[in-house]
Nanobody, 115 residues
């Protein structure tokens, strides 16, 4: 059974940084792209970043390019999102999933950026 557990969110001032983690189990990681997605209040869930697990190749939404870095730890089966130069518009619940996403979602982790 696939399980996705996100952590690392919190409240941070604009310009600050956070690192999110995603512990994923029940997946054969090398077969997938893994991604981060976010959903702000009243908005659709949107793509943030993805990484091809086997090669490490990365992809980013234009809105976060140059500020966010996605990475993974093969040994730990953990996905990360390093977020820097955070803006109030980055405020959202952040989720990890395969990319494209499966129907199984974790609980997400709340990121709130104050101005």
């Amino acid at each position: 059974q696939v399980q996705l557990v996100e952590s690392g969110g919190g409240l941070v001032q604009a310009g600050g940084s956070l690192r999110l983690s995603c512990a994923a189990s029940g997946l054969t990681f090398s077969s997938y792209y893994m991604g981060w997605f976010r959903q702000a209040p009243g908005k659709e869930r949107e793509f943030v970043a993805a990484i091809r697990w086997s090669s490490g190749r990365t992809y980013y939404a234009d809105s976060v390019k140059g500020r966010f870095t996605i990475s993974r730890d093969n040994g730990k089966g953990t996905l990360y999102l390093q977020m820097s130069s955070l803006k109030p518009e980055d405020t959202a619940v952040y989720f990890c999933n395969t990319d494209p996403p499966s129907r199984i979602w974790g609980q997400g982790t709340q990121v709130t950026v104050s101005s």
